[in-house]
């Protein structure tokens, strides 16, 4: 009887938090991201970052289409890791890329980050 009541406890403790997190979700601002395949990315950031492009520019390119980033440490990062791509004020993506740089500094890759969350 014990273990019985434990089970439907735990369950009812699941199904309370669900409902919850659905409840307060959209009332405190959350939103899940939308995911792109990567391939659709790579293209979409070549777009608007050419293969060859220095890494300064590239910089620029991706701020001004509203590209979020992070680099990788260093005094001259050899990869940039995209996050998110707000396209228009409230339309974000997930990104899940990273652009590679060669000894010169130009973007040489656009690669797909391990370990994403794809669909």
């Known amino acids: 009887m014990a273990n019985a009541w434990r089970r439907f406890s735990r369950r009812n403790h699941l199904l309370v938090l669900m409902g919850v997190l659905t409840a307060t979700c959209p009332l405190s601002g959350c939103v899940l991201p939308n995911v792109v395949p990567f391939m659709d990315q790579r293209t979409a950031i070549l777009e608007v970052v050419p293969l060859g492009t220095p890494r300064d520019e590239t910089a620029a390119l991706l701020k001004e289409a509203g590209i979020t980033y992070t680099t990788s440490g260093g005094p001259e990062p050899g ?18 890329s990273e652009l590679l740089f060669d000894e010169e500094g130009r973007l040489e890759d656009v690669r797909e980050i391990p370990n994403n969350f794809q669909p």
Request: with cysteine.
């Open 79 to 96: 990869v940039y890791y995209c996050e998110s791509w707000e396209m228009e004020p409230g339309d974000r993506y997930h990104l899940f």
